[in-house]
């Protein structure tokens, strides 16, 4: 079985998201505790926080599902296609509600982030479907997704830590 559809081959790299995805998930939450008051005092920075957890949960559940020994390859790949359409519409629901009439975020800014919420999300949805069908990328869309996903929360994670104090 070539490599791309081989779950198999990809368990070390599982392995490392679901560490990754776990830890920096922790340390968003840290970064919130700490600026709590400023981030509750506005909409657009709880729906950020929001997007930058929904990102990496996302991706340690796909990473948890992708683990599960013995799995066949159709019934993973229906898995990440319901993980990554949730994950794909909370990321989307909570960068919309991030950038919408925030007087802080420029236009070009907004729709950069825009890109990069989509780039975290959709290579789940083409992941899923190349899967099922047996064609196309397969696993290697994931690359893309966790890439994306965590540009997308650090940069995030950025602003509720560093930017927040300006």
Not at 90 to 100: F, M, P, Q, R, S
Request: some cysteine; charged content about 10%; hydrophobic content about 60%.
């Amino acid at each position: 079985m070539p490599t791309a559809w081989n779950v198999d081959a990809w368990a070390g790299f599982f392995s490392a998201q679901i560490a990754a995805s776990a830890a920096l998930a922790g340390l968003l939450f840290v970064a919130v505790s700490i600026n709590l008051e400023q981030i509750i005092a506005g909409s657009n920075l709880v729906a950020r926080s929001a997007k930058a957890i929904f990102t990496l949960t996302g991706i340690l559940l796909i990473s948890v599902m992708a683990m599960v020994p013995a799995q066949p390859l159709r019934a993973l790949a229906i898995e990440l296609l319901i993980a990554g359409l949730a994950m794909w519409l909370a990321i989307t629901w909570a960068g919309y509600a991030a950038g919408h009439n925030n007087p802080y975020v420029s236009r070009a800014n907004r729709i950069f982030q825009r890109i990069l919420t989509q780039l975290a999300g959709l290579p789940v949805l083409c992941c899923a479907i190349s899967l099922f069908l047996h064609r196309g990328g397969g696993f290697y869309w994931l690359v893309v997704a966790v890439v994306f996903s965590y540009i997308t929360s650090l940069s995030d994670a950025w602003v509720l830590l560093i930017e927040i104090h300006r």
